[in-house]
């Protein structure tokens, strides 16, 4: 109710403030807009003064008067227009050189007065920020990427090999004819490999998609499955065959080596039998009513009500379909050397494409306490800083068997911390000493005083 009042109080406002604007830019008296609209100059002034607040009709009477569309007045998502244009505000770095910073209290002024420029600097914004998404992912790819890698240490090697043959050339006047032509012959077979190296180099960076130049079968395996939104329909039915894994996999572009199909058929069985364990008509009532309650997100209150583990009711969250009210919930899996080995991404938090992740992710923070849930809230090195619930445990990968040693695991579900806090709770009011901040690997971590670099961590222990 408070909400759709604020919603319906701030599109009146900004219509006011439109209106007023956009008369002035076409130069067009008050008495004028006022006769073609069909209403007296004073109605029209306490309009535009926000003093009075027009209705449905005469927006539309005023926007044909002004030959504009009538949304250009009265926009239902004009709070979500402010809550962008102040997030706008906190990601822009200072200017070199600036007197003031954005005014943000103006920003409804700014909004009301000019729509245009303020949806071009929110867009401005998102652009900049998706930038530095990739900039980020990049960097990752940059720093662990074993293609990559291999792929420059052809060139290098190519260009030493080239360089030194050359060299010998120049330098040495009595050469016999023999050694001449053998060294001829190096410098045309470098070359060849040089070029056929610079083309190989060339078309893996021009690989297009968020999961350009896949470099291994994990990531193969990912690809596919974000394809499918993480989410197999086949698995979910409750009758008594077993679906097809083989046809489920064969077939599929991004499914390209024998090595990613295993995976995937691996995978799917797992799915499989978590559906069974769980299925969506008993998982999904109890945690949609979690969240209509406005309660708060505990996952280990919906494991007991449940009766499933943890680590199994993490797998289910993070491959739900879209389900109206509920979140989407991230997921990262890792084995006992810290190497990720399932990576189910959520906007906001960057996940390495290689290698392990940060280290004080309550992730590798379960190693060291096998089978007890850890939760912390995490804030991420982001512009504004942006805040995750995390949720951890470790378990054994043959918790059944008598006979060590033990394969350890470790499961970490992300929620929006929006979503998992109590509806009477903002995440602003979290304390700082509550925070954990967090990237998503050192390699590329901004936090440069960071004490996980400084300090051994679990992964390295």
Same mark, same amino acid.
């Given at each position: 109710m408070e909400k759709? *009042? =604020?919603?319906?109080? @701030? +599109?009146? &406002?900004?219509?006011?403030?439109?209106?007023?604007?956009? %008369?002035? #830019?076409? !130069?067009?008296?008050?008495?004028?807009?006022?006769?073609?609209?069909?209403?007296?100059?004073s109605y029209l002034n306490l309009i535009e003064h926000n003093r009075r607040r027009a209705t449905p009709r005469l927006l539309e009477a005023v926007a044909q008067a002004l030959q504009i569309p009538a949304d250009l007045l009265d926009e239902g998502a004009g709070d979500v227009q402010i809550q962008a244009l102040r997030a706008a505000a906190s990601r822009a770095s200072p200017i070199t050189g600036a007197t003031s910073a954005p005014e943000v209290e103006r920003s409804e002024e700014f909004l009301g007065r000019f729509p245009?420029?303020? *949806? =071009?600097?929110?867009? @401005? +914004?998102? &652009?900049?920020?998706?930038?530095?998404?990739?900039?980020? %992912?990049? #960097?990752? !790819?940059?720093?662990?990427?074993?293609?990559?890698?291999?792929?420059?240490?052809?060139?290098?090697?190519?260009?030493?090999?080239?360089?030194?043959?050359?060299?010998?050339?120049a330098e040495t006047d009595d050469l016999e004819p023999e050694w001449r032509a053998r060294f001829h012959h190096n410098i045309h077979a470098d070359s060849i490999r040089l070029a056929n190296a610079s083309d190989a180099l060339v078309a893996f960076l021009d690989t297009s998609g968020e999961e350009a130049g896949l470099a291994a079968p994990q990531e193969e395996f990912e690809s596919w499955l974000a394809r499918r939104g993480f989410h197999i329909a086949e698995l979910e039915?409750?009758?008594?065959?077993?679906?097809?894994?083989?046809?489920?996999?064969?077939?599929?572009?991004e499914l390209a080596?024998?090595?990613?199909?295993?995976?995937?058929?691996?995978?799917?069985?797992?799915?499989?039998?978590?559906?069974?364990?769980?299925?969506?008509?008993?998982?999904?009532?109890?945690?949609?009513?979690?969240?209509?309650?406005?309660?708060?997100?505990?996952?280990?209150?919906?494991?007991?009500?449940?009766?499933?583990?943890?680590?199994?009711?993490?797998?289910?969250?993070?491959?739900?379909?879209?389900i109206k009210g509920v979140p989407r919930f991230g997921l990262v899996e890792c084995d006992g050397s810290g190497?990720?080995?399932?990576?189910?991404?959520?906007?906001?938090?960057?996940?390495?494409?290689?290698?392990?992740?940060?280290?004080r992710w309550p992730l590798y923070q379960a190693l060291a306490q096998p089978h007890r849930p850890l939760g912390a809230t995490l804030e991420v090195a982001t512009r504004p800083p942006a805040r995750f619930a995390a949720h951890a445990i470790a378990t054994a990968r043959d918790a059944h068997r008598f006979a060590p040693p033990y394969v350890w695991q470790s499961a970490m579900l992300i929620t929006p911390v929006s979503a998992a806090l109590p509806r009477h709770r903002r995440p602003e009011d979290i304390?700082?000493?509550?925070?954990?901040?967090?990237?998503?690997?050192?390699?590329?971590?901004?936090?440069?005083a960071c004490d996980a670099r400084r300090e051994p961590s679990i992964v390295s222990a």
């Amino acid at each position: 109710m408070e909400k759709s *009042a =604020l919603s319906g109080s @701030l +599109s009146g &406002r900004l219509s006011g403030t439109r209106i007023r604007a956009l %008369r002035m #830019s076409r !130069r067009l008296g008050q008495g004028d807009l006022a006769r073609m609209a069909g209403i007296s100059p004073s109605y029209l002034n306490l309009i535009e003064h926000n003093r009075r607040r027009a209705t449905p009709r005469l927006l539309e009477a005023v926007a044909q008067a002004l030959q504009i569309p009538a949304d250009l007045l009265d926009e239902g998502a004009g709070d979500v227009q402010i809550q962008a244009l102040r997030a706008a505000a906190s990601r822009a770095s200072p200017i070199t050189g600036a007197t003031s910073a954005p005014e943000v209290e103006r920003s409804e002024e700014f909004l009301g007065r000019f729509p245009g420029w303020a *949806a =071009l600097v929110t867009q @401005l +914004s998102a &652009r900049s920020e998706d930038q530095n998404r990739i900039i980020e %992912r990049l #960097s990752d !790819r940059m720093a662990h990427d074993p293609n990559l890698s291999a792929a420059l240490h052809e060139i290098v090697s190519a260009v030493t090999s080239v360089q030194s043959t050359a060299a010998i050339l120049a330098e040495t006047d009595d050469l016999e004819p023999e050694w001449r032509a053998r060294f001829h012959h190096n410098i045309h077979a470098d070359s060849i490999r040089l070029a056929n190296a610079s083309d190989a180099l060339v078309a893996f960076l021009d690989t297009s998609g968020e999961e350009a130049g896949l470099a291994a079968p994990q990531e193969e395996f990912e690809s596919w499955l974000a394809r499918r939104g993480f989410h197999i329909a086949e698995l979910e039915t409750a009758e008594a065959a077993t679906p097809d894994y083989t046809a489920l996999t064969e077939g599929q572009a991004e499914l390209a080596s024998g090595p990613a199909r295993d995976l995937a058929r691996a995978w799917l069985a797992r799915a499989r039998d978590d559906a069974l364990a769980l299925p969506l008509e008993r998982l999904v009532p109890p945690l949609t009513a979690m969240f209509e309650r406005g309660e708060g997100f505990a996952p280990d209150t919906l494991a007991r009500d449940l009766d499933v583990p943890l680590p199994l009711l993490f797998h289910r969250l993070a491959t739900l379909p879209a389900i109206k009210g509920v979140p989407r919930f991230g997921l990262v899996e890792c084995d006992g050397s810290g190497t990720l080995t399932f990576r189910r991404p959520i906007e906001g938090f960057a996940l390495p494409r290689f290698g392990g992740g940060c280290p004080r992710w309550p992730l590798y923070q379960a190693l060291a306490q096998p089978h007890r849930p850890l939760g912390a809230t995490l804030e991420v090195a982001t512009r504004p800083p942006a805040r995750f619930a995390a949720h951890a445990i470790a378990t054994a990968r043959d918790a059944h068997r008598f006979a060590p040693p033990y394969v350890w695991q470790s499961a970490m579900l992300i929620t929006p911390v929006s979503a998992a806090l109590p509806r009477h709770r903002r995440p602003e009011d979290i304390p700082e000493a509550d925070l954990v901040a967090v990237g998503s690997s050192c390699r590329i971590c901004p936090r440069a005083a960071c004490d996980a670099r400084r300090e051994p961590s679990i992964v390295s222990a």
